[in-house]
């Protein structure tokens, strides 16, 4: 067997083209993901039947079928029917770049919203009740404690949940998108040096990750600030004009 | 719905998916066990090998390891076949390649679920089964391992859920199963949106039987509660 470290160098301008690309999926389908995520989840977590079943029902279709299923589908299904091919979606839904992102995004969607489910009905029952006592309304409620509460609740879990969409933007190369995945196989098919080609792109997206992971970790630390808070005692030397009376006598 | 004659292709797809998970599963327990078991060691290095393994899979992505094991393995087995002086061509079949690649994946993934789960039980457990004459190694399997399986049974149904779903990607090297099939019907008959939806379903009732499974398997093994209901 040959090694070749030459064309790892060679070709890493264009693997950090497609680990740009393979970025951009990640975040705008994300970002699409939980705008589509928020209302499924309040939906999924009221106690009307009806309100819960179609959330219900595209949250266990997401999660039950194969990334791969979903994507094709959007970009090989939505062709096969006449009314989409004449709607004015069509120049957006024959782009493999859109298709990517829709699915993505509906997928990234289902499980963040299991998510954020879990989130809001974690939220202490107190918190609600005082947020009640206070008379806030349903919608100041959801404003102001459930989503915030929510929010650094489901925090940690949801950046696994940004690292699985990360290792699934891979499937995009399926439908001839150059993201890192489908960047290193078209350089592969050049050069035919496999092993050399995915390993420079697997340590890319452990990069990405790593990166993902100390972002997730940063804003946990920043959001959920309140656990980490620990009361330090003032010095004993300290001007008594800059002393707080509330805090030590 | 019109399959126009295509569902016993579907079919023989369906069953060479459940080959591969299956086949996956069973090899993907005996890495995740191994895994645990090396993490939870005294060896400073195998618990540092399974650290690495555990870090290194769970960045990557599925797709990149069927991938590179389908295309490069071949590469690698020949160039370790021939230290042993063996200098004949070696090819990986899609079958094989998507059982390793899908196996290493699962196995990062239950080497902490098998952690955890033998984390969670109490020491005393240990010490009692040792008090009772019994040596480390019988302990550990009459005492522990029932204990850590009926721990272990939720997350490992997740995890095979995932690696059902995973299967999928294997048709992207060519093996012939639910998804592959469903893109030979499609390229006869034109109607792309019908037979992913049919290949979705498939999937769907696959899933659902594994949920289904799994409530059997952790009602099996968990005498305990089954006794307390009554």
New interface residues.
Partial sequence: ?TWEWSVIWQYLPRLMEGAWLTLELVLISGLIGIALAIPLSLMRASSQFWLKALPFTYI??FR???????I??VY??????EFVRESILWPILKQPYWCAIIAFSLNTAAYSAELFRSAIQAIPVGEIEAAEAMGMSKPVQVRRIILPRAFGIALPAYGNEV?LM??????A??ITLLDL?GM??TI?ARTYT??EM??A??LV??AI??LIIGLFRFMEYRFNRYQYYHHTDTPKGLDAQLRDPHIDQ | MDLQGFGHLLISGTWITIQLALASLVVGLVFGLTGAAAKLSNNRVARWLATGYTTLVRGLPELLLVLTIYFGGSQLLMWIASGFGYDEYIEIGPFIAGVAALSIAFGAYATEVFRMAMMEIPAGQWESGLACGMSPRRTFFRIILPQVWRLAIPGLGNLFQVLLKDTALVSVVGLNDIMRQSQVAISATKEPFTFFMVAACIYLLLTAATTGFTMLMEWVANPAARESRG
């Fill in positions: 067997m266990y279709f039950g079928t194969p990334l791969l299923v979903q094709f589908l090989y299904g939505a062709s096969q029917f690292i990360l290792k699934g933007s891979a499937l190369s399926t995945t290193a196989r592969i496999p092993l995915f390993l792109a697997g997206y452990l990750s790593a």
